[in-house]
């Protein structure tokens, strides 16, 4: 985001975006080579495999947030690691060197629990990715807060993840754009700005996150773990012991 758009009065400028994904030239055929290797390949590429699914296009919906617990199901046979996998959430992380560490822990969990290394076939390596992202400017300016629950359905998948999960690399806080541009209008629309932050994308698509920036409640799907259940709102995750 650029700092123009946080001055009051500046119109916030939509952008789109879309992914091109690049080979690490890194990949793992059993569970302790994944571990090995995810210590070592690039940080995006951890960030790849747990936010660009978002924008590769889907015939189905995934069973797993991550490529990693798919990985873990499709690849390994393990549905307890993919599980494991599938519960964390990176947003809790304020970097993506911790969110490594805690899936390097969890895989390194699973390992010494398991009597063997499980192994995937030829054909179902774990290839790391990582992504470059191509930015376009759509020309759209909001100049007004009020517009902004208009304007959001109206934008494209590629709108939502640059200005929603993206920002968060980039902005002081780990803030959203929409939040930051709120910020240049004073207390004003702190409620609005302070629910827009409360938002947490890594359970919805991006057609979901859409709905949901608009002003309409979307449940996302169930994840269960260990014997517990994880579900959420438009503001709320709760986790119920079964």
């Not at 070592?40 to 924008?55: A, C, D, Q």
């Not at 993206?166 to 700005?193: I, Y």
């Not at 938002?199 to 709905?211: G, I, M």
């Amino acid at each position: 985001m650029k700092a123009s758009q946080e001055k009051q009065g500046a119109p916030f400028a939509v952008r789109d975006c879309t992914l091109i994904t690049l080979a690490t030239g890194v990949r793992a055929q059993n569970l302790k080579e994944f571990c090995d290797n995810l210590q070592r390949v690039p940080v995006g590429s951890v960030y790849h495999h747990f936010w660009g699914r978002l924008l590769r296009p889907q015939f189905d919906e995934p069973e797993y947030n991550n490529d990693f617990a798919s990985w873990a199901h499709r690849g390994l046979h393990d549905p307890l690691l993919a599980e494991r996998l599938s519960m964390i959430l990176p947003t809790d992380f304020d970097d993506l060197d911790g969110l490594r560490q805690e899936v390097v822990e969890v895989v390194e969990q699973r390992l010494d629990e398991s009597e063997m290394v499980p192994w995937a076939k030829n054909d179902q390596q774990f290839h790391f990715l990582h992504s470059q992202m191509v930015l376009f400017d759509t020309g759209l300016r909001v100049t007004r807060p009020e517009e902004l629950a208009g304007a959001i359905p109206t934008l494209s998948t590629g709108s939502i993840y640059y200005h929603f999960i993206e920002a968060r690399r980039r902005t002081s806080g780990s803030q959203n754009d929409f939040s930051v541009w709120l910020e240049g209008f004073g207390g004003e629309f702190a409620g609005l700005q302070e629910r827009l932050c409360n938002v947490d994308p890594y359970f919805s698509s991006l057609k979901e996150l859409r709905q949901i920036l608009g002003g309409h409640d979307v449940w996302g799907p169930p994840a269960l773990s260990d014997g517990k259940l994880v579900i959420r709102d438009f503001g709320r995750m709760v986790c119920l012991k079964v």
